[in-house]
């Protein structure tokens, strides 16, 4: 079965800065997705960014970025120019394209949780 | 507005009650999905369906129970066989057909059993 891990339970990060947060995973899947969520303090889950295995290209959107690198099975986060609003949990997810697709269900790390210094 | 909706926000439950999570989506979207979320485990699969009138256990069925008797609504009901029911419960919802293959959520509730 597949997992993921985010060893980081709390991040912080001086506004204007960058932070890294970590996610790994393990799977023995060729293809599938990979994505981060946010969750501010609503608690509404929303999408951040999102990662075709397939594509060796990290995905960007404007200050968010990934480093994909597969062969280590890690999905880490950089967030550019951090903003007041960035403080929330983050969470790496991972969606199966084969046997375990469980009809394309997510497969969420613990979390890590932002703070932003002003 | 498209979206998800999911009421009520906040919900309580004696013991040995059965209640009901609305969550109703107007994206056209075939695929709804319930989780249950604790703190420090992050999001799990309670049940899933991809089409009207068919769904699926997840990883954690035990004591809950779905219908999808309309493409835009997909309850939950949790009995009072589930034994620590007190969480945080997301409704999720992901076109099939869509290229983008994304899930999107509701607000989410949040159930405390007193």
């Known amino acids: 079965a597949q997992t993921v891990t985010q060893s980081q339970p709390e991040m912080s990060v001086q506004e204007a800065e960058t932070v890294t947060l970590s996610c790994t995973y393990d799977t023995s899947e060729s293809d599938y997705y990979l994505f981060w969520y946010k969750q501010p303090p609503s608690r509404q889950m929303i999408l951040v960014i999102r990662q075709e295995a397939y594509k060796q290209q990290n995905a960007t959107e404007n200050r968010f970025s990934v480093n994909f690198q597969k062969a280590a099975k890690s999905f880490s986060l950089k967030i550019s120019d951090s903003q007041l609003g960035d403080a929330a949990m983050y969470f790496c997810?991972?969606?199966?394209?084969?046997?375990?697709?469980?009809?394309?269900?997510?497969?969420f790390g613990q979390g890590t949780e932002l703070s932003v210094k002003p | 507005d498209g979206g998800i909706t999911q009421s009520p926000k906040y919900l309580f439950r004696k013991e040995g009650q059965n209640v009901t999570l609305s969550c109703e989506q107007n994206l056209n979207h075939d695929a709804m999905y319930w989780y249950r979320q604790d703190p420090g485990q992050g999001l799990r699969l309670i049940y899933y369906?991809?089409?009207?009138?068919?769904?699926q256990k997840g990883d954690i069925a035990e004591g809950y129970s779905v219908s999808r008797e309309k493409k835009e609504s997909f309850p939950l009901t949790v009995t009072s066989a589930q034994k620590n029911p007190t969480a945080f419960y997301l409704c999720?919802?992901?076109?099939?057909?869509?290229?983008?293959?994304?899930?999107?959520f509701g607000p989410g509730t949040r159930l405390t059993v007193l």
């Open positions: 999720a919802s992901r076109s099939r057909a869509s290229s983008t293959d994304t899930q999107y």
């Open positions: 997810a991972y969606r199966s394209l084969g046997y375990y697709n469980q009809g394309g269900k997510l497969i």
């Open positions: 369906s991809q089409i009207v009138n068919d769904f």
